[in-house]
């Protein structure tokens, strides 16, 4: 696979520019000359050899590799993330190789080079950063937007390329990234960054790259000391070099387990809140902590509107399929099949507890015979052995969340039966829904797709069939509705219905 953005070559224009002082004291011009300076002086001064790579914040981060390069196995550290480092460690600030691979991609080194990518940061730059990916905590495409919604940026490379293109600007230092870092208050209360503020990129690179990270608290809601004291196993593995400070733990693992991240902030008790718990649980804020940092601890409890009240009815169903979920593992779900009468295709990126309850519905409507086919789409949770549960199925795995439309198309190639039926993950069928879908294309012939009425977890309709109007605006007939009035229970044409269930005569797929 050629790459079209690779990090491992050296970048003349970008040395030349980042660089030109020192260039014009030795009098260097030609690209071969500054590659040439570049191998002989460059590397070790510490400088990097282009954007995607940071010497300087490298061999900070991993001062074993300054060990290797005073013992003369590596020339700069750039030499050794090329032959060895990139398996494991992180080029830059601003990514983080872990933190990629397990969260976003869910692969391994092994099965990221059978995709012709060397690592996760390959795969990042080459396609995760045209989809606003995240390449760490502290780095949130789609949040710097909403902050700096009139950045330009190529769509072919992404956000986080174009940044890098102007990371030295001034113009971008104190605009945050991600809600995990505050660069104002960064700013405002550590006078020696101020001092020396000219050196680094932003306050947010100080806080990265600055050799006590023990001194430094990212924003007022984490405190480095309380949690280093209160919290002995994180800070033995911090000194081990497991973490680079207690607070890469937090975000990454403590705020999930509720852990007390500053002495008056208890995210335990904050989480006991109702509209915390249903607004983290609709996904309007990505941790319990980002919730308590947006809202400074404090919670408006005057009433719920319509949307929250319809997650904590979710959230009641998942825990529901969670309650379920133990006995459906151990009895297992056969769809061993010969010939199907119906293709199931259904598309999962987690969500393993909705996923088998889903399996389980689907097997317990329709005793005949069933081709399954599932799409996992980038899981990291147990729908990545899924088989392991389900037998009979015919599972495609996904390098990454590739979305329902790519997830339905690439199972397509595999239906063997003359119905295809688009099924998803989180639904739960009604009594003789199958049969009598397909008894709908029996009585007429010329129907080529048949959908279902929709209900949500509040007990209302989401649909009756779709409308498309004129404009190109579409909604679902009777959305809101209770699901016994009249006007939803008749057979009729309609014109669209959704993909959550929809049946189609696989000829004209």
């Known amino acids: 696979m050629s790459l079209k953005i690779d990090w491992s070559v050296f970048d003349s224009e970008w040395y030349k520019k980042n660089y030109h002082s020192v260039l014009s004291f030795f009098e260097v011009d030609a690209d071969s ?42 020339k700069s550290g750039f030499e050794h993330y090329k032959h060895l480092g990139f398996e494991s460690y992180s080029p830059h600030w601003l990514f983080d190789e872990d933190y990629y691979k397990l969260t976003v991609l869910d692969a391994s080194s092994a099965v ?50 174009a940044f890098l293109r102007c990371l030295s600007e001034p113009r971008f230092h104190h605009t945050r990234l991600s809600w995990y870092f505050d660069p104002a208050w960064y700013a405002k209360h550590y006078a020696d960054y101020e001092a020396e503020s000219g050196a680094w990129c932003g306050p947010l690179h100080h ?33 081990s070099g497991a973490f680079r400070s207690c607070y890469e733990h937090f975000i990454k693992f403590g705020q999930y387990e509720f852990r007390q991240p500053a002495p008056d902030v208890k995210l335990r008790q904050y989480i006991e809140n109702p509209k915390v718990k249903s607004e983290v649980a609709a996904q309007k804020y990505p941790s319990v902590f980002v919730h308590y940092m947006a809202h400074d601890g404090m919670v408006n409890e005057t009433g719920y509107t319509e949307e929250e009240v319809e ?39 987690n969500n393993f507890a909705m996923t088998l309850s889903a399996l389980f519905s689907l097997r317990e409507n329709y005793k005949g015979s069933i081709q399954l086919i599932l799409v ?29 439309l790519l997830g339905c198309n690439e199972a397509l190639q595999h239906v063997k039966a003359d119905f295809t039926l688009y099924l998803n993950n989180d639904l739960e069928l009604m009594p003789h829904a199958i049969d009598r879908a397909l008894a709908r294309f029996a009585k007429e012939p010329k129907a080529g797709a048949v959908g279902a009425k929709l209900l949500r977890t509040n007990g209302l309709l989401q649909e009756a069939g779709c409308i498309v109007w004129q404009d190109g605006g ?30 189609v005569r696989t000829a004209l797929l």
């Open 207 to 239: 806080y990265l790259a600055n050799t006590t990270p023990e001194n430094y608290d990212p924003n007022p809601y984490f405190s480095e000391k309380f949690y280093r004291q209160t919290y002995e196993d994180v800070a033995a593995a911090v000194v």
């Open 311 to 349: 997650y904590i009815s979710k959230s009641v169903y998942q825990s529901m399929c969670r309650a379920r979920l133990p006995l459906l593992m151990r009895a297992g779900i056969d769809f061993t099949y010969t010939s199907p009468d119906i293709s199931v295709i259904i598309v999962a990126h």
């Open 376 to 404: 996992d789409s980038g899981s990291s949770d147990e729908v990545r052995h899924i088989e392991r549960y389900v037998q009979g199925a015919h599972v495609i795995r996904a390098l990454g969340n590739i979305g329902f």
């Open 33 to 74: 000359d500054v590659h040439n300076f570049y191998e002989h002086y460059g590397a070790a001064l510490q400088h990097s050899p282009n954007m995607f790579f940071d010497e300087e914040w490298y061999l900070t981060r991993y001062p074993a590799v300054q060990t290797l390069i005073a013992s003369g196995d590596y």
């Open 112 to 161: 990221l080079a059978q995709n012709g990518f060397r690592n996760g940061y390959d795969h990042y730059l080459n396609q995760g950063a045209r989809s606003l990916s995240q390449p760490c905590l502290f780095f949130d495409p789609a949040f710097f937007l909403k902050e700096e919604p009139e950045f330009i940026f190529d769509v072919e490379e992404g956000v986080f390329i």
């Open 474 to 503: 579409v909604v679902g007939y009777l959305r809101d509705q209770t699901p016994d009035i009249p006007e939803a229970n008749y057979v009729r044409s309609v014109d669209f219905c959704s993909g959550a269930f929809l049946m």
